[in-house]
């Protein structure tokens, strides 16, 4: 890798919530916190994949036009 050129990596803790995930990213915030004598920088979040519909399993899927049944009809075979 080519010296500096390349962002900074810190240890960082997204929040969502009721859920932490602790990493390394580029991003920062002034808000801190120590864990085991590491500075970590505190990254709140809105949606994460604890929260988000997709992973958790609530999205719902809707078919109000007959997508499904009209790709099948035009692409079955005769």
């Known amino acids: 890798m080519k010296p500096d050129i390349h962002p900074a990596y810190?240890?960082?803790?997204?929040?969502?919530?009721?859920?932490?995930?602790i990493t390394r990213?580029?991003?920062?915030?002034?808000?801190?916190r120590e864990i085991d004598g590491v500075e970590h920088?505190?990254?709140?979040?809105?949606v994460s994949a604890?929260?988000?519909?997709?992973?958790?399993g609530r999205q719902k899927v809707l078919d109000?036009?007959?997508?499904?049944?009209?790709?099948?009809k035009r692409y079955a075979k005769k």
């Open 50 to 56: 604890y929260s988000h519909p997709f992973y958790t």
């Open 41 to 46: 920088y505190v990254v709140r979040v809105d």
């Open 10 to 21: 810190h240890p960082v803790i997204f929040i969502d919530d009721e859920h932490e995930v």
């Open 64 to 72: 109000t036009e007959g997508r499904v049944e009209r790709f099948k």
């Open 25 to 32: 990213s580029t991003l920062t915030s002034k808000e801190t």
